[in-house]
Each structure stands twice: as structure tokens, then as C-alpha cells.
């Protein structure tokens, strides 16, 4: 890489870093070609993105952002994946992690806290954005269904009354 070209790749990181609200750092030493693509191709459905870093141009991405606190994850050969929806991008690696024993987290930063292993964890058990909207909208209308049950329940059995006398 040419002194333009770094330049170019510490402006794209100092972005990526501010305009996301996660970022997680992980190793993927030892991973092959294929597993690399294929998480790739995971978080591009999965609306989050892989970057592969330079440990030198990152620290100074970081230098003076208020996520600073981020470089000290950044050692040996690492990646970051960003995204806006947390427990989407924390699924995403945590699975991927599991069963490929080469991904491993290191830790993240979400709104200026510094994230550990085990936090990560806990994010990622969290449903996700859709499944609380569902949630959500299976306790709203709820209530109104039984309400409608309610209301028609009388009805019904009046006529099932009038039927009974005129089948006598």
C-alpha cells in the first residue's frame, strides 16, 4: 500500500467507526478461503459487514475518536464487523464462532462501552429487532380478539337457544 492509499483506508475506517453502532473485533487466524467467504456472505444477508484491518492504520483510525478505547483489541492478524443492529451482528459472529473454533471474538465497543466476550454473549441471546415486533404485535392484539370473543359469545348462545325451542 501506497502513503495515498493508507491515508484513504484510515478516512474509510475513521467513518466506518463513527457511523456504526457496534463495531466487534475477532481473530481469523487459520481460517480457510471458503469459511472467510462464507461469513462474508452470512453477514451481507444478515445486513452487517466484515472488514479486514491493519492493526497499525486502525489505531490510528482510532486515535482521538471517542471509541479510542477500541485498540487495544487489535493484535495479530484481526477483522472487524460493524453493523447498526446489535444483536443481529452478535448472533451472527457467536454462531459463526461456534462452529468454527479459528473465529475467535475478542471483544467490541458499542456506544462508546467497551464490550467483552461475555457481554457479546449476552447480546446475542437477545431476540432480534423482527421477533419483538412480533412479540409486540401479538400482545396488542391480543386483547382485541378476546374482546370480539367476549362480544359474540352471547349472540351464539342466543341462538343456539332459539335453535333448541324450534327444534321442539
Known sequence: ??????????QNLKSIIADNSLVLVFHYRGMSMTDMTDLRVQSFNSGCNIKVTKNRLTKL???????????EFFDGPT?????????????LLTNFAKNN?????LGGIMDNEILSVEKIEILSKLPSLEEIRAQ??????????KIASVLTAPSGDLARVFNAYSNK
Not at 409486540?136 to 380478539?145: D, H, K, T, V, W
Request: charged share 20%; proline share 4%; hydrophobic share 45%.
Open 79 to 91: 477483522a472487524i464487523a460493524y453493523s447498526s443492529d446489535p444483536v443481529q451482528l452478535t448472533k
Open 136 to 145: 409486540l404485535i401479538g400482545l396488542i392484539s391480543s386483547p382485541a380478539q
Open 1 to 10: 500500500m501506497n502513503r495515498e492509499q493508507k491515508e484513504s483506508f484510515v
Open 61 to 71: 483510525a482510532l486515535e482521538g475518536s471517542d471509541k479510542a478505547a477500541l485498540s
Open 101 to 105: 473454533s479459528n473465529l475467535v471474538i
